[in-house]
C-alpha cells in the first residue's frame, strides 16, 4: 500500500500533505510553488509510492466553486496526463484555511509564525487529507 498525497492547490503556492505508507495518518509536508508542483511531485512520485491524490475542491458557503477551480482543473488535466497511475480524488476545501490558522494560533507558535502563508497552506492540505481518510473509513 502507498501513501495518499494532498494538494491545496493555490495560484501561488500549494500545500502538500501525505499520509503514512498505511494510510492513516496525515501529515503536513511541504508548501510548493505553484510554477514548479509538477516537478516536485515527480521527484516525490520516484522516491515515495503514492496510490492516490487528494485535490481540494474550492466551494464557498453557498454551495459556489471558486474562481480557482479553472486553474485545478488545468492542473488536474496535466497531472493525468504525467501521471496516469494516479488516481485523482476531489474533496470540499470549505473552512480549512479558517480551521488551519486557528490550530496554528493554538499550536504556540509567534505571530510571524502564525501569518507565515505557506504554513497555512500546509496545515489546509493536512486537514483536507484528514477529513478525507475519516469520510473513507465511514
Do not use: H, W
Amino acid at each position: 500500500m502507498g501513501q495518499i498525497l494532498a494538494i491545496d492547490y493555490g495560484k501561488a503556492r500549494c500545500g502538500i500533505a501525505a499520509t503514512d505508507d498505511m494510510q492513516i495518518i496525515a501529515s503536513g509536508l511541504n508548501t510548493v510553488q505553484t510554477s514548479v508542483l509538477i516537478e516536485f511531485l515527480k521527484k516525490y512520485f520516484n522516491e515515495n509510492r503514492v496510490d492516490e491524490v487528494v485535490v481540494g475542491l474550492p466551494v464557498d458557503l453557498k454551495g459556489n466553486i471558486s474562481e480557482v477551480e479553472t486553474d485545478i482543473l488545468k492542473f488536474i488535466e496535466v497531472f493525468e496526463k504525467e501521471f496516469p497511475m494516479i488516481k485523482v480524488n476531489r474533496f470540499d476545501e470549505r473552512f480549512t484555511s479558517k480551521m488551519a490558522s486557528f490550530f496554528i494560533s493554538q499550536s504556540g507558535k509567534s505571530k510571524k509564525q502564525r501569518q507565515e502563508k505557506g504554513l497555512i497552506d500546509k496545515v489546509s492540505a493536512t486537514i483536507i487529507l484528514q477529513n478525507f481518510l475519516e469520510q473513507r473509513t465511514r
